[in-house]
C-alpha cells in the first residue's frame, strides 16, 4: 500500500489537480494537506489576504484523494521549537535573496508534513523549481524512503502557468501577464542564449512589467549556466501588485 502527499496551500486548481492526477497514477491512497503556512510569507507578503477556500477545495478533490488540514498547533506544537531546516546557500539565490529565510520555511514545514503523514510519494509542482530542487535534496537527506515526484506546470489557454495568485489579476493585468511566458518560450526558442534573456526582459519592462529575476540556471545547483549545459530558465515578475513565478525547460536534464 503506497500512500502519496500532495502537500498544498489550498486554494486548489488545475495545476493542483494535476498533481492529485500523478498521485494517483502513482499510489493507492493520495493525501492532501491543505495548510497556509505563515512562517514561509515575509513581511510585505500576501499571508492575510491569501485565498482560502477550503469549501470549495474539499468539493474539488473530494472523490480524487483525502483531505488533510492541520491546524497551526498541530504544526507547531506550541512551546516546542520547530525542527528548522536550514536550506543552505541555494535557498538565498532567486527567490530567496528578496524572500529571506523563505526557503528555510517551506522545508521545515514540508519535513514536519512528512513526519505527520508518512507519505512513500510526495509530489510537487514544477511551476516553483527552486522549491522542488531543495525539496529534493532536503527529502534524500532527511526522509530516504520518501520518493519526491516534479509535474510539469500546467498552463491556462493563455499560456498563463496555472497559481493561486492568478486571481489577484485584473482583466488588464492577466493580459499583461500572458507575455511572461511568451517570454520564457523565446529563450527557450534560442537556447537560452544571454541575448534572448536581456531581449525578453527589455520587451516585459517596457510592456510595465516589473522583473525580479530572469535567467538560465542548472537545474540542481541553481547557478546561472551558459550554453550546452541542461537548464531551465527561470522568471519572477510583478505584474501591477503581484509577484508571479514561473520556469521553462530550455535543455534536457540528466534522466533521474
Ligand atoms: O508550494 C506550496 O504550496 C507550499 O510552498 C508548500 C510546499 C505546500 C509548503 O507550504
Redesign the pocket.
Known sequence: MTKALV???GALHGGHLALIDRARELADEVVV?I?V?PT?FGAGDDFDRYPRTLDADRELIADRAEIFVPSIDEVYTPGQPPDAIDAGARGDMWEGASRSGHFDA?LT??NR?FDMTQPGIAV??EK?WQ?LAL?RSMAAERHPNIRVVGVPTVRDNDGLAMSSRNRYLSAAERETAALIPVALNDIVAEAGSAESVARARQKLEQSGIDVDYLAVIDPVSLNEVGPNAPARVVIAARVGATRLIDNMRVRDLPKR
Open positions: 502537500p498544498t496551500m494537506s495548510f503556512n514561509q517551506v514545514v514540508v508534513l510537487f509542482g516553483d522549491q525539496v
